[in-house]
């Protein structure tokens, strides 16, 4: 009997032990003040994916009251909507926001956010039943957490410098090499304030549903589209090793040469010398060659048919 008891009473603390370790473990080892910071500082380095992973394991193992709960939903929001434009992401947080947390502050920004990201996703009924439901559009004094300090103001919509280093970032790295200085900031940051207002007056205006607004959104989109497809399926097959160089150069001296007036070669110019003509035209060269193979591929693929005599 003794030794029935003594065994309940081994298994007993064995299973305090494994409940207690369990406890410990599942007990955060950073403070959240710390974690909140490490997250804003992933998005001041435009890390957004790696901020939004730090923010949700913020929300699953820290005890937050509700309405911060709401504004870190809302952040992951912000930033799938305004720095990943991944639309469908952002509105599942955003409406996250609005039944969850039907008591926050955010709610009225919520619901235009709601909105914008039903027109980008082309979904022009629900984003018209998602107005009708909203009971206040007009724009709210919401408290965002965007990085930075506050650099301009339009209405109560605060541009911070973490905005403005955002929008230099997507420039192209010629313009963006430009916008040193703090004047050439301020003269960016009065553009793209400018920009912002005539926006807001057009879409107030009711531009946004003009055809040929539509019609241009679209070719733009396309365009971009296609952009996209030659940046996934060409480009890479477009790279060149140091070997590649040396053995289209062989193959090429004469295209590289001095000649004179008649066409006569004068002198063979070295490979050190042309090296990077001779990268560029290689690139460009393997560039359509793949581009007219997946072209030549897709015609055969679609059965596509051309009826020259037809064309006037």
Excluded at 123 to 145: F, G, I, W, Y
């Amino acid at each position: 009997m003794l030794k029935k008891y003594a065994a309940f009473f081994v298994i007993g603390l064995l299973f305090v032990g494994i409940l207690l370790s369990c406890q410990s473990e599942s007990k955060p080892s950073v403070d959240g003040d710390k974690l909140r910071e490490y997250a804003g500082a992933l998005v001041n380095r435009s890390l957004f994916k790696e901020a939004i992973k730090v923010y949700g394991d913020y929300l699953n193992d820290y005890k937050v009251d509700a309405t911060e709960q709401a504004n870190v939903n809302y952040i992951i929001a912000d930033l799938y909507f305004e720095r990943l434009n991944d639309y469908e992401s952002a509105l599942a947080y955003y409406l996250k926001v609005k039944y969850l947390y039907p008591e926050s502050s955010l709610i009225d920004e919520t619901n235009k956010k709601i909105v914008a990201c039903l027109e980008r996703l082309e979904r022009s009924e629900d984003a018209h039943q998602a107005l009708d439901e909203a009971v206040q559009l007009n724009p709210n004094d919401v408290r965002q957490k965007r990085p930075g300090a506050v650099v301009a103001r339009i209405g109560k919509r605060d541009i911070t410098q973490g905005d403005l280093d955002f929008q230099i970032s997507k420039l192209p790295p010629s313009v963006r090499d430009e916008l040193r200085t703090q004047e050439q900031k301020l003269n960016f940051l009065r553009e793209y304030v400018a920009t912002e207002l005539l926006f807001d007056t057009a879409q107030r205006a009711g531009f946004d549903k003009d055809p040929e607004v539509i019609e241009g959104a679209f070719q733009a989109k396309k365009s971009l589209m296609v952009q996209k497809l030659l940046a996934d399926r060409i480009a890479a097959k477009a790279q060149i090793e140091a070997d590649d160089i040396e053995l289209y150069y062989e193959a090429n001296k004469d295209q590289y040469a001095e000649k004179d007036a008649d066409g006569n070669v004068v002198r063979e110019k070295p490979l050190e010398e042309v090296q990077q003509q001779v990268a560029q035209d290689l690139t460009r060269k393997k560039y359509i060659d793949a581009y007219q193979a997946m072209i030549e591929k897709m015609l055969l693929t679609e059965d596509v048919q051309f009826f020259d005599s037809k064309v006037q």
